[in-house]
């Protein structure tokens, strides 16, 4: 555990003038608000070392920029890719189809919802599904069985609504 002492002293008199300083680097308070809490971390981990340098708002202040340079270069490698490979595609919304399942879905008993989902999205055979549940085969089945049958009255209820 670090040794507490002065380091509260030592963040009350040092915060602002280091988060003005990466401020003026990055531009952005947020970015500069990051790197400094993450210098103010590293520092306090290291109290017991850091309290004893000449200046240990220097190591905190060299910190925190080689911090904000760090993102800057990620962001710019990350700009530079995407101008090679072009942006990622969007990813299309979900069909109305899709909606009216997620919501039928959840109107269902978390039990039946569970085990449509399993045997169903991740395609899991009914012993595999009971294991997972901790519930009996049977129990599984029914489930899966009543599951089906109410999802079928929803989505036919919704299809009749949009009608």
């Known amino acids: ?79 530079r890719a995407y101008l090679r490979h072009g942006a990622p595609e969007s990813v299309p919304g979900p069909s109305i189809d899709t909606v009216a399942v997620v919501a039928a879905l959840r109107r269902l008993p978390e039990e039946q919802r569970t085990a449509l989902a399993l045997y169903y999205l991740l395609g899991m055979p009914v012993a595999e599904v009971a294991r997972e549940t901790e519930a009996p085969v049977g129990t599984v089945k029914a489930r899966l069985s009543r599951g089906r049958s109410a999802l079928a009255g929803l989505l036919a209820v919704a299809d009749v609504e949009e009608a």
């Open 1 to 79: 555990m670090p040794d507490v002492d002065g380091f509260d002293e030592f963040y009350r008199g040092s915060r602002q003038r280091l988060l003005g300083f990466v401020y003026v680097l990055t531009g952005n308070l947020a970015e500069a608000q990051d790197a400094v809490q993450e210098a103010y971390v590293r520092a306090w981990q290291r109290w017991s070392t850091v309290r004893g340098y000449d200046d240990p708002e220097a190591w905190v202040r060299v910190v925190a920029s080689r911090i904000a340079i760090s993102r800057w270069r990620s962001l710019r490698s990350r700009a």
